[in-house]
């Protein structure tokens, strides 16, 4: 089973880099975040998105 971006769409190859797909016929695929992509998503979080989720639980 071979990962997907599920943003650029970018296949994992089997060296362990991100490649654009040539073909996916027959392949079993999973989605995922490449390492831009997910740097990306993370980027534009706001910083304390997780930090009042965690002080809610506390109480």
């Known amino acids: 089973m071979r990962r997907i971006c599920c943003v650029c769409l970018k296949?994992?190859?089997e060296h362990g880099g991100w490649e654009k797909p040539n073909s996916v016929k027959g392949v079993k695929l999973s989605h995922g975040y490449c390492?831009?992509?997910y740097r990306r998503l993370v980027d534009a979080l706001p910083?304390?998105?997780f930090a009042g989720r965690y002080r809610q639980a506390d109480h």
Request: charged share 35%.
């Open 11 to 13: 296949i994992k190859s």
């Open 35 to 37: 390492p831009r992509c």
């Open 47 to 49: 910083a304390d998105i």
